[in-house]
């Protein structure tokens, strides 16, 4: 083995050359596009730790995105006052201007910010709206636009007033026997249809395709009650939410 | 002998700083960001790049595919964002059900039944959610004696959509072809268990070849010369925003091209759009009417509903940053394979019936991928 030398300037020469060789070796064996080592990786910023850009949503930067939206004064005024709920609020990537900042380079991931879409629905005047949310220090609505309240999607809290609608219903009671009660709207997490003990109720948004049957605009639900695996497969319950009543239909063949 | 020591610890500093760059360079953390080189046994040839994560109503979405062709080349991004942006469920009956628009459904929990390791198997995320199965993929090619078999790596979740699921799958092959697929199955309609119906997925696809900018689409046409014995092959670019017809006999593809990306003999590369079907499903809502659509990027035109207003301002989509819709079916009859008659309480299932779609590379690679080298 050979000692380094003692001499620093040959220790420089050698530290030089070595340098050169690394980096010449490394500039000929890295692809154009690929990342090189030249910049260190990006350290994340102290408000989203160890978020990368394509991540999903941490649940405090949906809190903050469903916080701007709600808070923004354009969004209040598509939905027209009342009491709006968030439906939900989601990941969404969206492009830089400077498509530079969109290349996985130097080392860096992209460059795109978090972006949240939120969408909320006013129940009183059926009216919803879409928000793109700029997820940083101040937390900024960057676009508004208007959704008809056919357009907003139904969510659980809409299934568990539909379930309540439906059971005020004698029609749904009679179906559904002794244990009418027992029925609940399971969170996804609850839901285990190979439980022969769990009885669930279920739905559906459903529409028909007669413009004159209500369901074809206005917000309806198909309710699926089981018990384990088993349907109630006798009859479908529809539950219109804007008209507030359930429906019996009996089984077609 | 320094010499060789130097040049020695040279190599190993930049294979670790190789190593360093890549693994840093992601834009998404584990376990939403999937690498897999192939083959899977041998020195690397192709290798995929993939960010993925569970949404509610889309499922599966793929935030962002990067395609390497050889170890020395580049990486090209394949897909922005890919996911499913609508499934149409027509009863025959005359009601019907957008299963991705219409209600926040949330997704199935995987296990290891599912996605069984003996099998290449690998569960991700929390849930589990997502399968990541690599699979050999059956022969790649065969010339008399010689063969090639092919592998893949395929992401899977499962859409819960009351008594249906949906299995969004999306599989990355090794000579870079991407496969779409949904599958849909559990339990037939509760009410209306023996009604046919079809389930139409209607994909988005964001695909952006060497950046966002720069890309066209064109119409794969094959015509029959008939009554004569010749055939034409013709790709017209689309120039606005529009819905296309998919035309059995003409073998209709779509053709995405970037205006700066070429292939080392200098040949245009580009990514083409192939149905996998049998069939063409029409049915009264206007987004049903076509089988293709193409747009101009806008970062919150998602759902594939809205299709006839998205593109009512036709916007063009001549070297552009474009987005492709691909609208394919599934027509379910139900049978008694559907139900289980021996036991009310263990209802039966209706098997899954999958509809989708590949997207070929062509003229991506220099030449023949995955082939021996010794025979160039």
């Not at chain 2, 009410?191 to 209607?202: N, V």
């Not at chain 2, 063409?280 to 809205?306: C, I, M, N």
């Amino acid at each position: 083995m050979t000692l380094p030398s003692r001499d620093p300037a040959p220790r420089r020469r050698r530290g030089k050359r070595f340098t050169l060789l690394a980096c010449l070796f490394t500039s000929l064996l890295c692809p154009v596009d690929a990342p090189s080592q030249r910049r260190p990786p990006r350290r994340p910023t102290p408000q989203q730790p160890q978020t990368l850009p394509l991540d999903p949503l941490t649940p405090e930067e949906k809190e903050r995105a469903a916080r701007a939206a709600s808070d923004d004064a354009r969004v209040k005024e598509l939905l027209g006052g009342g009491t709006p709920r968030v439906v939900y609020v989601e990941f969404l990537a969206v492009k830089p201007d400077d498509e530079s900042r969109a290349r996985e380079r130097d080392g860096s991931p992209i460059r795109i910010g978090r972006h949240a879409e939120v969408v909320l629905y006013n129940s009183e005047n059926d009216r919803g709206a879409r928000a793109v949310v700029v997820l940083d220090r101040r937390d900024s609505v960057r676009q508004v636009e208007r959704l008809d309240g056919d357009r907003v999607p139904l969510t659980f809290a809409d299934l568990q007033e539909a379930h309540s609608i439906a059971l005020r219903n004698p029609e749904v009671r009679s179906l559904l026997g002794a244990d009418a009660d027992r029925f609940r709207v399971l969170r996804q997490e609850q839901i285990r249809r190979g439980d022969e003990s769990q009885i669930a109720v279920e739905g559906l948004r459903y529409r028909t395709t007669d413009p004159a049957d209500p369901c074809y605009r206005q917000r309806c639900f198909l309710l699926l009650f089981r018990r384990g695996r088993a349907y109630v497969n006798d009859a479908r319950t529809i539950v219109n939410l804007n008209a507030r009543n359930a429906r019996v239909e009996r089984r077609r063949r | 002998m320094r010499t060789h020591r130097v040049v020695s610890l040279a190599l190993i500093l930049a294979a670790a700083f190789f190593a360093a760059a890549e693994a840093s360079a992601q834009s998404c953390s584990r376990p939403y960001f999937v690498e897999q080189s192939f083959p899977t046994g041998g020195p690397e040839q192709t290798r995929w790049r993939i960010c993925w994560q569970m949404q509610p109503r889309h499922g599966l979405v793929i935030t962002s595919a990067h395609f390497r062709k050889s170890p020395t080349s580049p990486f090209v991004r394949v897909f922005w964002d890919a996911r499913i942006g609508e499934i149409y469920v027509p009863y025959h009956s005359g009601f019907a059900f957008y299963d991705v628009s219409d209600f926040t459904f949330g997704w199935v929990a995987l296990n290891s039944n599912d996605c069984p390791a003996a099998k290449g198997g690998t569960l991700l995320g929390g849930g589990p959610d997502v399968c990541k199965e690599v699979r050999d993929r059956g022969l790649a090619w065969k010339d008399d004696t010689d063969a090639y078999r092919g592998e893949e790596v395929v992401l899977w979740g499962t859409i819960d959509a009351a008594n249906y699921n949906y299995i969004v799958e999306w599989t990355f092959r090794d000579d870079g072809v991407v496969v779409g697929r949904v599958g849909a199955t559990a339990q037939n309609l509760p009410g209306s268990q023996t009604e046919a119906h079809m389930h139409g997925p209607i994909w988005r696809l964001d695909i952006d070849l060497d950046g966002f900018t720069g890309d066209s689409v064109h119409v794969g046409t094959h015509k029959e010369n008939l009554p004569g014995p010749t055939a034409t092959d013709t790709d017209p670019v689309v120039n606005v925003e529009t819905g296309l017809q998919w035309v059995d006999e003409q073998f209709t593809t779509l053709h995405v091209h970037d205006s700066a990306l070429k292939n080392k003999p200098g040949n245009r590369s580009m990514y083409m759009l192939m149905p996998l079907r049998w069939g063409k499903q029409r049915h009264s809502p206007d987004v049903t009417k076509q089988d293709f659509w193409v747009t101009r990027y806008r970062g919150t035109e998602l759902f594939a509903r809205e299709l006839p207003t998205y593109i009512s301002n036709a916007e063009s989509v001549s070297n552009a940053d474009v987005v492709l819709w691909y609208y394919g079916g599934v027509h379910h009859i139900p049978r008694d394979e559907d139900f289980s008659s021996a036991d009310p309480q263990w209802p039966g299932v209706a098997h899954v019936m999958w509809t989708g779609f590949m997207l070929k590379p062509h003229n991506l690679f220099d030449g023949t991928p995955l082939y021996p080298q010794k025979r160039r």
